[in-house]
């Protein structure tokens, strides 16, 4: 796993540097509760072997591991945590802003039916992840593109996998498969 390094870039902004990170990695993120999301402007962002820090006026955001290479954060980057619950454990979202616009997006604990990107909500099949709208369906994969209404190409990447506890509804007890994926814009119009 290559290391993170934590830079202050000229004019306040924080260089976020490379990293690499081992792919089907449990992606954890933490810094809000299920009654108030952690939401503010991005003062810092301190990076330490594969866990990113940003730091707001009202509290800290850390995500495990960091699952993508880093840009320097444009001034004024704004930082929007939630955790909700679900009783196969709850579903974390952080999202990085300049101004109302979203660049960046990670989730953690997905469930079937989660949404995923403008419509497209997460399913399984056979175990496999796919996006599901409607009556359409296709793989989710490692490393995909995928267009905005407005035409915009974002990036998506399907972090990891994994079985969560049973869900009691009723008598019955059903498996659940939650996900962690990421969702961004490109740099330079490449998907890392």
Not at 14 to 26: D, I, N
Not at 29 to 54: M, N
Not at 71 to 80: D, E, I, N, Y
């Amino acid at each position: 796993m290559l290391r993170y390094a934590a830079v202050r870039a000229k004019g306040g902004g924080a260089l976020l540097c490379l990293a690499g990170v081992a792919q089907g990695a449990v992606l954890q993120i933490s810094g809000a509760s299920a009654i108030k999301p952690l939401s503010g402007e991005v003062e810092s962002a301190r990076l330490k072997e594969g866990v990113a820090y940003f730091k707001l006026a009202e509290g800290e955001a850390v995500v495990s591991p960091w699952p993508l290479a880093w840009r320097a954060l444009p001034k004024g980057t704004q930082l929007v945590t939630e955790r909700a619950p679900h009783p196969a454990g709850p579903v974390s979202r952080l999202r990085l802003l300049k101004g109302d616009r979203l660049w960046l997006e990670l989730i953690a604990g997905g469930y079937a039916g989660t949404a995923v990107h403008e419509g497209w909500r997460l399913g399984f099949k056979d175990g496999k992840a796919l996006l599901v709208q409607g009556d359409e369906s296709q793989p989710f994969t490692g490393k995909m593109r995928i267009k905005d209404q407005a035409g915009a190409r974002w990036c998506l990447r399907l972090l990891a996998t994994r079985d969560a506890s049973k869900v009691v509804s009723g008598m019955a007890q059903e498996a659940q498969i939650k996900a962690d994926w990421l969702r961004y814009l490109p740099r330079k119009g490449r998907c890392e």
